[in-house]
């Protein structure tokens, strides 16, 4: 066994390769096929927990008891490819390597010897590494560690290597005035990890307005919207500027496979320019503003399937509009999918404020569930949506959601 150090490199005496990462916390591990450019070819060639297997290389989750990994078949891999770079970044929102440095691990996978090991040293602000590197040389495959950290996540490393995470900013059919500078932030509210409070007994209709049409307050109780109904974010007559959940469930439709939907919200400017994205690969985006709960891969069982947390105090003035959507990665259409709804809760009680239950389904592998806009005043406005579009990821929403707002 060999205990590598950055930069160095042996010789695979394996065919098949496991690379197993661990540490102290939960990692994301991933693997990137690339070519001679040091690029992926599509993204297909991004192989992680939502897309777990590509030509030659396998991921493998180790349940949370046990490293995940990356599993590559060096005799599979296709002519073209020839480098596999295996990354990690902690499961938890924000979180950095200092003080959890990773041990990758390099196996053969047959036998599990273990071939080598690595610390990558010194970390601090990283919050994803490229670890280890199998690489194609003079008609041998290797292996070298690399420790590269990245600052900006797993986002960060997929872009560089060409895997498409964002999108070109819409271009405005009509400028909105900007929105008047938000009061002083509270602290951020550290609990914003823990599990959802279950889902309250759905609410009658509010009557304060008619399908379709018009907009509530919040002053009355909690809220259940239908689509295209608007509610003001207002209780006592002030505006809600304190952190809320938008949390989002579904589940798979009567007798269906488990289906695993991406839950993100997509931030814009005051002329419909986008701004970021919050989602399962950018887990943080407006300086902590807007925070994305992780990834579910099954959407069984009672109560939200992913959450996102909005400080509404804290968004910058120049975030007018918010978007949630909900895609299907996998390609598994919207009339798989049973009970899908969003709710919004205020985050300091547990409080459902307003809920949307999606009534209906199309044939298509995105959905727009509500959008959150900003009005002069200084309050924010929630509208029900529910609707469909082609794109499983969430930057092929990017266009439609702007026009949608």
């Given at each position: 066994?060999?205990?590598?150090?950055?930069?160095?490199?042996?010789?695979?005496?394996?065919?098949?390769?496991?690379?197993?990462?661990?540490?102290?916390?939960?990692?994301?591990v991933?693997?990137?096929?690339?070519?001679?450019?040091?690029k992926?070819?599509?993204?297909?060639?991004?192989?992680?927990y939502?897309?777990?297997?590509?030509?030659?290389?396998?991921?493998?989750?180790?349940?949370?008891?046990?490293?995940?990994?990356?599993?590559?078949?060096?005799?599979?891999?296709?002519?073209?490819?020839?480098?596999?770079?295996?990354?990690?970044?902690?499961?938890?929102?924000?979180?950095?390597?200092?003080?959890i440095?990773?041990?990758?691990?390099?196996?053969?996978?047959?036998?599990?010897?273990?071939?080598?090991?690595?610390?990558?040293?010194?970390?601090?602000?990283?919050?994803?590494?490229?670890?280890?590197?199998?690489?194609?040389?003079?008609?041998?495959?290797?292996?070298?560690?690399?420790?590269?950290?990245?600052?900006?996540?797993?986002?960060?490393?997929?872009?560089d290597?060409?895997?498409?995470?964002?999108?070109?900013?819409?271009?405005?059919?009509?400028?909105?005035?900007?929105?008047?500078?938000?009061?002083?932030?509270?602290?951020?509210?550290?609990?914003?990890?823990?599990?959802?409070?279950?889902?309250?007994?759905?609410?009658p209709?509010?009557?304060?307005?008619?399908?379709?049409?018009?907009?509530?307050?919040?002053?009355?109780?909690?809220?259940?919207?239908?689509?295209?109904?608007?509610?003001?974010?207002?209780?006592?007559?002030?505006?809600?500027?304190?952190?809320?959940?938008?949390?989002?469930?579904?589940?798979?439709?009567?007798?269906?496979?488990?289906?695993?939907?991406?839950?993100?919200?997509?931030?814009?400017?005051?002329?419909?320019?986008?701004?970021?994205?919050?989602?399962?690969?950018?887990?943080?985006?407006?300086?902590?503003?807007?925070?994305?709960?992780?990834?579910?891969?099954?959407?069984?069982?009672?109560?939200?399937?992913?959450?996102?947390v909005?400080?509404?105090?804290?968004?910058?003035?120049?975030?007018?509009?918010?978007?949630?959507?909900?895609?299907?990665?996998?390609?598994?259409k919207?009339t798989?999918?049973?009970?899908?709804?969003?709710?919004?809760?205020?985050?300091?009680?547990?409080?459902?404020?307003?809920?949307f239950?999606?009534?209906?389904?199309?044939?298509?592998?995105?959905?727009?569930?509500?959008?959150?806009?900003?009005?002069?005043?200084?309050?924010?406005?929630?509208?029900?949506?529910?609707?469909?579009?082609?794109?499983?990821?969430?930057r092929g929403?990017?266009?439609?959601?702007?026009?949608?707002?």
């Open positions: 066994m060999t205990a590598m150090t950055p930069g160095s490199n042996i010789p695979l005496s394996a065919a098949r390769v496991a690379v197993d990462v661990s540490a102290p916390v939960r990692l994301d991933s693997g990137l096929l690339l070519t001679a450019a040091g992926v070819r599509s993204d297909d060639d991004f192989i992680f939502n897309q777990p297997a590509g030509p030659g290389v396998t991921y493998r989750s180790g349940g949370g008891t046990a490293p995940d990994s990356i599993l590559v078949d060096t005799a599979a891999v296709p002519p073209g490819i020839e480098k596999i770079v295996v990354t990690a970044s902690p499961d938890a929102a924000g979180q950095t390597f200092q003080g440095e990773p041990t990758a691990t390099v196996r053969n996978a047959d036998d599990n010897s273990v071939l080598a090991t690595f610390t990558p040293p010194r970390l601090g602000t990283e919050t994803a590494l490229v670890v280890i590197e199998v690489y194609l040389r003079n008609g041998a495959w290797k292996a070298r560690a690399v420790g590269q950290g990245y600052a900006d996540g797993l986002a960060g490393i997929a872009t290597f060409g895997v498409s995470v964002e999108d070109e900013p819409a271009a405005a059919p009509a400028p909105v005035p900007a929105a008047p500078p938000m009061p002083p932030a509270g602290p951020v509210d550290p609990r914003i990890a823990a599990p959802p409070a279950p889902p309250a007994p759905p609410a209709p509010a009557p304060a307005s008619a399908p379709g049409s018009g907009k509530i307050s919040l002053d009355k109780g909690r809220v259940n919207l239908q689509k295209n109904q608007t509610v003001s974010l207002v209780k006592g007559g002030r505006p809600l500027l304190s952190q809320v959940k938008m949390g989002l469930g579904w589940e798979p439709a009567f007798r269906g496979k488990d289906i695993d939907l991406d839950a993100s919200v997509i931030a814009y400017g005051p002329q419909r320019n986008h701004i970021d994205s919050c989602y399962f690969g950018k887990l943080s985006i407006l300086n902590g503003a807007i925070k994305h709960s992780g990834d579910n891969l099954t959407g069984e069982g009672a109560g939200d399937d992913e959450v996102i909005v400080d509404l105090g804290r968004i910058p003035p120049e975030a007018t509009g918010l978007v949630f959507t909900v895609n299907s990665f996998t390609g598994q919207f798989q999918v049973a009970k899908a709804y969003c709710r919004l809760i205020d985050g300091a009680t547990g409080e459902e404020l307003v809920r239950d999606l009534t209906g389904a199309e044939p298509q592998t995105g959905v727009m569930m509500a959008k959150m806009i900003k009005q002069f005043s200084g309050e924010w406005e929630m509208t029900a949506m529910g609707e469909f579009v082609k794109s499983r990821t969430v929403m990017v266009k439609p959601a702007a026009q949608a707002l």
